[in-house]
């Protein structure tokens, strides 16, 4: 823990907002209790529903497309932000601001949610790359559109995100100030009050390529799709396709298309904010309770799309749909085959029963060898299996 600091002064942003401690009141009020709930609910159906997305994509072979691997990857980035980031960032407003885990974990804290916020963004670029590939060149990337290479470009997307993250390590800190010694802060720290310091070139560097660029190179990416995917004249790859094919890649690519645009929305105010406050920070001067709602409400937001993307999926991947009945439904279908019509057969011990599916198909538990009341010579074998 660092020293108490004597200055009331001292210029701080915590996750990236700066106050002056002279003037701000850092009791929360009802905002202790109503956001740290509010984050609650998003970790609990973000979390299940962001799992569950993974479970389906590597228990059902026909869900281990290269898409689905990066689905698979933007879904670890809004996990590792909602079981780690989102419920430490929630105590900081449970507990008015005040920082319960030391100096180490406010570190890796903030590391990890700038690492996560990079690493989704180039996922969806990624992503995006990736469907203008099988849009418009669909023979020629079929030998690099691979599930191998989709797994070395994940990998590399973390690497990179933590690499380029690092400064954060030493930018954010515990401090206790002698105003209050028993409330450590977990903030960022300024050495010098500078517009242009080292924190506020890191923090727009920081905006640049892990928002902007890569958005920038997202929407090229869909312009050059949707004027192959709607274009009515001229010979094409796509003619090797079937319309089924064509119809089913128009879906994906939209359904990716929904994500990018979430992901800008919910992203982009806190970006603007971040970036008006570093540099234009006059237009805050004397608003301190504005900037601690304009703080929640940008937050929030960031926290929400974690929740929205698997909602995404599902009402707009008819793959992610049918496994998603498929999982659920599975469990009746067994009791549905269980309870199917009966045949009785009579042999010279008796009478015995076997239950038939309706489908023609047979649970496994149920499938057995009868002998025919023809002399008992011939036996008949029952191997239905359910899928």
């Excluded at 079929?142 to 993250?165: D, E, H």
């Excluded at 028993?182 to 390529?209: G, K, M, R, W």
């Excluded at 319309?243 to 992203?267: G, N, P």
């Amino acid at each position: 823990m660092s020293d108490l600091k004597d200055s009331y002064d001292y210029n701080y942003s915590d996750y990236g907002y700066s106050y002056n401690y002279g003037e701000f009141d850092y009791n929360l009020g009802p905002a202790s209790v109503v956001v740290p709930t509010l984050w609650a609910i998003f970790s609990v159906f973000g979390l299940v529903g962001n799992v569950f997305i993974i479970f389906m994509v590597f228990k059902y072979s026909h869900m281990r497309t290269v898409t689905n691997y990066y689905i698979v990857n933007l879904a670890l980035t809004d996990i590792a932000l909602l079981l780690i980031c989102v419920p430490m960032t929630s105590s900081v407003y449970a507990f008015h601001t005040k920082w319960m885990f030391g100096d180490t974990m406010c570190r890796i804290v903030v590391w990890m949610q700038f690492a996560s916020w990079q690493a989704t963004c180039l996922t969806l670029t990624v992503i995006s790359v990736d469907r203008y590939h099988a849009i418009v060149h669909p023979i020629k990337s079929i030998k690099y559109r691979t599930p191998r290479a989709a797994i070395v470009v994940n990998v590399s997307v973390w690497l990179y995100s933590y690499l380029v993250t690092t400064p954060t390590l030493y930018f954010y800190r515990q401090e206790v100030y002698s105003f209050d010694p028993d409330h450590p802060f977990c903030l960022e720290f300024h050495e010098s009050n500078a517009t242009f310091s080292v924190n506020n070139i890191f923090a727009l560097i920081y905006t640049l390529q892990a928002y902007f660029i890569p958005l920038v190179i997202v929407f090229v990416c869909y312009a050059l799709m949707l004027k192959r995917l709607w274009r009515t004249s001229g010979p094409s790859e796509d003619a090797v396709m079937s319309e089924q094919a064509s119809r089913q890649k128009r879906k994906i690519t939209r359904m990716v298309f929904v994500v990018v645009v979430l992901y800008t929305l919910c992203h982009l105010p806190h970006h603007v904010f971040n970036i008006l406050f570093r540099f234009n920070f006059d237009m805050f001067a004397g608003r301190n309770d504005l900037l601690k709602y304009l703080r929640m409400v940008t937050t929030s937001f960031l926290h929400f799309n974690s929740v929205i993307n698997p909602v995404v999926y599902n009402v707009l991947g008819d793959n992610f749909k049918k496994s998603l009945k498929k999982a659920f439904l599975h469990h009746f279908k067994n009791n549905k085959v269980r309870d199917s019509n009966t045949v009785q057969t009579v042999n010279g011990n008796g009478t015995r029963t076997m239950n038939v599916s309706n489908s023609n198909r047979v649970h496994p538990s149920s499938s057995q060898s009868r002998s025919e009341n023809h002399g008992g010579e011939t036996s008949l074998t029952f191997k239905g299996v359910l899928t």
